[in-house]
């Protein structure tokens, strides 16, 4: 869940920002593609490195090799990390969002 909020937060600027279509799942992806229009997002990547670990086999459990289950294969601590890193990189879109708006209204 961590990982598609901080996807979903990075999608919605990319789509406030103009883009029509968004196919990048990768949050490090994203992030580059953000920098694009603010330079601010360069310090996502690095939360990428630690999301994007998430992706596939928190959804599929067959995606890890047998027979290592996700169940198994994450840590309390891994969660906590998880959680705290898109909770940031929300946070920082909703800003970076906020302080671009309040630009243009100047």
Not at 21 to 40: G, P, T
Not at 61 to 71: G, Q, R
Request: proline fraction near 5%; hydrophobic fraction near 35%.
């Amino acid at each position: 869940m961590s990982e598609q909020a901080a996807q979903k937060a990075l999608k919605a600027y990319l789509i406030y920002k103009g883009r029509r279509y968004v196919w990048e799942h990768s949050i490090q992806e994203l992030a580059k593609l953000c920098m694009k229009y603010d330079k601010k997002f360069r310090d996502i990547i690095d939360a990428g490195m630690i999301l994007d670990k998430f992706y596939i086999p928190t959804r599929y459990p067959d995606a890890l090799t047998p027979p290592a289950v996700p169940y198994k294969s994450y840590r309390e601590e891994d969660a906590v990390e998880a959680i705290k890193t898109a909770s940031d990189n929300s946070n920082d879109t909703m800003g970076f969002c906020y302080l671009d708006r309040k630009h243009r209204q100047i």
